[in-house]
């Protein structure tokens, strides 16, 4: 797959000069591949929400570049705004952005900024809607008497409306009920299948990325510590707790069958594996 987004000799400081200087991201290089499912992970102040505000230019290096197809973002500055459409970005806790008079109001700010006609508009608000599972009645309700999870697809629908070739979506379950959790990621699944978008996903689950992305960049002290697929990441479960993160439970359950001696391979990482090496098991 050919890259839609790639991170040079990325450097941010924040408070440059100043006695509270700090360097968030240290020298950072990363490539992200049109249409890939990848998840980024690290534990509080490694990085990540600095490094998904430089993906669409939210926040200006202090060195390195950021390339989206292949040009600097920052080269022509009156491109920014074609970027920020291209590449979206779901802030966690994004429902307490929602601000318009209905829902559907909300849902198509973003698409009436790209000077939209309004069938175009209106296309869109409801293809973001049923992507985010917002029922046809609840677009003319104010999003103040939604439910939470109800908000939190709302403001996703917001940013799925402008069809952003990168979808990036800072923990966007943070809050929610496993019921509410799991609806979030069933939708954003079916988004990803559906449009064929790349999604960069923000998360402290170590079950999410596993259940969900093809591949892991782990963030720590401000660069990459590490990045592969699922298997390859959570096969250093040691190198993981040495930077404050896990495996997955599930993982953690057949590593403890494995040294009660039950002979099980501990290489699993979501439930659904596990059924199938337990299937083996019983049924070799």
């Known amino acids: ?80 705004q074609s970027i920020r459409f291209k590449v979206g970005l779901v802030f966690q806790y994004p429902e307490y952005q929602l601000f318009e008079e209905t829902v559907y109001k909300d849902i198509a700010f973003g698409p009436k900024n790209m000077k939209l006609s309004e069938g175009e508009i209106d296309e869109r608000v409801r293809e973001a809607a049923s992507f985010a599972g917002i029922e046809e009645e609840l677009l003319e309700k104010s999003p103040f008497e939604l439910s939470g999870g109800q908000k939190r697809r709302a403001a996703i629908a917001g940013v799925m409306a402008m069809r952003p070739e990168v979808l990036i979506l800072d923990e966007p379950t943070a809050g929610l009920d496993p019921l509410g959790r799991d609806e979030i990621l069933s939708r954003i699944r079916d988004y990803h299948k559906k449009s064929g978008a790349t999604i960069i996903l923000v998360t402290h689950s170590m079950e999410d990325v596993a259940e969900n992305c093809n591949r892991i960049l782990v963030m720590d002290e401000s660069t990459v510590y590490l990045t592969g697929t699922p298997e390859e990441v959570f096969s250093h479960a040691a190198e993981l707790r040495a930077v404050g993160l896990s495996v997955p439970q599930i993982t953690k359950v057949f590593i403890r069958l494995q040294e009660l001696g039950l002979g099980v391979d501990s290489s699993v990482f979501t439930v659904g594996q596990a059924i199938e090496k337990l299937k083996q098991l019983k049924h070799p």
């Not at 000069?17 to 290089?29: K, S, W």
């Open 1 to 80: 797959m050919a890259s839609i987004l790639k991170v040079e000799n990325l450097v941010h400081i924040y408070g440059a000069g100043t006695p509270f200087e700090r360097r968030a991201l240290d020298n950072i290089n990363i490539e992200v591949k049109r249409g890939e499912f990848l998840g980024l992970i690290g534990h509080t102040g490694s990085g990540k929400s600095t490094l998904i505000q430089h993906l669409n230019g939210l926040l200006k290096a202090d060195g390195g570049r950021v390339l989206f197809e292949g040009k600097d973002i920052w080269e022509d500055k009156k491109e920014l």
